[in-house]
Structures are given as structure tokens and as C-alpha cells.
């Protein structure tokens, strides 16, 4: 039974977007600020929770067509990668690498490749969370 909830379906489209924003924007100040792929991955899983409250399983599912249990696998073989990464040359484990760059009109800036770990952390905690709300969902 379809109810309709104009006012909260149109509230949810701003607020999902503004809470995926600062979603973005804690996964990427986590490396200089507290923030990282973590709390990125706990606020994009709330909007994606949050979509669910407003509509059904089923549109979120065809607005969202991802295999949950796959996204999780994904960002496992990226956080794995990187933290063995430094093991291919003799480093310890969990060994990361710098280097600054000067894209044009963007500045100097560092790359790091602890931003494909917190990728893969993002992805996992997204992957997780979504795949326990949705088997919850589903059984009701």
C-alpha cells in the first residue's frame, strides 16, 4: 500500500543530497581533520536509509542497483590491497606513499594512498550497512 507523502518524499530528494555532500566532504577532510572513509561510509548509509523511510525497498533498489553483498567485496580487495601493499616492497604492513602534484587551477596537492584505503573502508561500511537493512526490509 503506496501512501502518499508529498512533503516528506520532497524533503527527503534536498536532505539526501546534502547529507551525501557531507558525506563526500568528511571522506576526504579525514586526512587532515577527524573524518575519513568510516564516518563517509555511516552518513551515505543513513541517507540511503533515509530514502528507504521515505519510499519503498523496491524503488530504492531500482534507484540504487547494486548488490550490496558485491560492494562490500569490493572495498575489502581495496582496503586489503593497500594495507599489503607496502608487503611488495618490503615495507611494513600498512605502509603508505606521498607525492604532491600541481594540477592547474587546483594548486599543489598531495595524493596519498591511504585514499584508496578509506575507499575501500567507505565501500565496506556502506556495503555492510546497507546489506543488514536491507535483509531486515525484506523480511517484514
Known sequence: ???????????????????????????????????????????????????????DIKTVTTILPFDFKKVTAVGLLFAAGTA???LLFDKPMLTHWFTYVNPPLLGKMSLHTAVLFDIGVFLVVVGVTMTIIQTIGESE
Open 1 to 55: 500500500m503506496k501512501t502518499n507523502n508529498v512533503i516528506l518524499e520532497t524533503a527527503t530528494k534536498v536532505i539526501v543530497f546534502i547529507i551525501l555532500l557531507f558525506s563526500v566532504y568528511m571522506f576526504f577532510a579525514g586526512h587532515y581533520e577527524p573524518g575519513g572513509g568510516f564516518i563517509g561510509g555511516l552518513m551515505a548509509s543513513g541517507a540511503i536509509v533515509l530514502l528507504l523511510i521515505a519510499y
Open 84 to 86: 599489503a601493499g607496502g
